[in-house]
């Protein structure tokens, strides 16, 4: 079926450096929208990107979208504690009707 | 409603007992998702309802699972003869339109323990 990989699975970063996480397709995504769950919270959105080669920021926090449509980024510059979390991407797969695919997601943690 | 409202927050049952979890979605969303999420796992789809189309019922993982969405609102998931493998966090989603355009609205979850 299709898959929405993301890599790395785990990521262990010192405060203040930065962290990127990405986000890879098998097949061409119509969009693809970003979550951030924190620690036994529940999925919360962050952005949504739609053109190809899009980019977007939110403060410290930078969004790609390949230029294919297969792939996307998330880039925080500059990391703090409160980035903690898991980062899922979640894109619309081309063919397969409206339902959104969740990546396999990226757990980032900061030491202090 | 507010937000996307889930009941039980937490369901402890014995292996072989059938459970019932509830998702009041935001007013007015078509689209809602249930999905699975194990400790420390990522998002496992379950089932997919938009609209009043047929819902996508690939991510059940047994014929123990079932789910129904009554007047395109409350959403019901039901677990027969729960096993020890059910356990996780239920999570419930729903959006205003199409994910083309909308973003998911997570329920806080219903968290499953079968002994």
């Known amino acids: 079926g299709q898959q929405v990989m993301q890599i790395p699975q785990y990521q262990h970063v010192q405060e203040g450096e930065d962290f990127t996480t990405y986000c890879n397709s098998s097949?061409?995504?119509?969009?693809i929208q970003w979550y951030k769950q924190r620690p036994g919270g529940h999925p919360v959105f962050l952005i949504q990107?739609?053109?190809?080669?899009e980019v977007k920021k939110q403060k410290r926090l930078t969004f790609q979208f390949g230029e294919a449509k297969k792939n996307s980024s998330l880039h925080i510059t500059a990391t703090q504690t409160t980035d903690v979390g898991t980062y899922f991407c979640?894109?619309?797969?081309?063919?397969?009707?409206?339902?959104?695919?969740f990546g396999t997601g990226t757990r980032l943690a900061v030491r202090p | 409603g507010a937000g996307v409202s889930q009941s039980p927050s937490n369901k402890v049952t014995e292996k072989g007992k059938d459970v019932e979890l509830r998702c009041d979605p935001i007013?007015?969303?078509?689209?809602l998702y249930w999905y699975r999420q194990s400790l420390g796992q990522g998002l496992e789809f379950l089932i997919y309802f938009q609209g009043n189309s047929a819902p996508d019922k690939s991510g059940l993982p047994s014929d123990r699972f079932s789910a129904e969405r009554t007047g395109g609102s409350v959403s019901t998931l039901t677990i027969q003869r729960t096993q020890q493998e059910d356990s996780a966090v239920y999570l419930c989603?729903?959006?205003?339109?199409?994910?083309?355009?909308?973003?998911?609205?997570f329920g806080e979850g219903s968290r499953l323990t079968v002994l």
């Open positions: 979640a894109g619309l797969v081309e063919g397969s009707g409206d339902k959104l695919t």
């Open positions: 007013s007015g969303h078509t689209a």
């Open positions: 097949t061409t995504l119509s969009n």
């Open positions: 990107l739609v053109k190809s080669g």
């Open positions: 989603a729903s959006s205003l339109m199409r994910p083309n355009t909308g973003e998911l609205f």
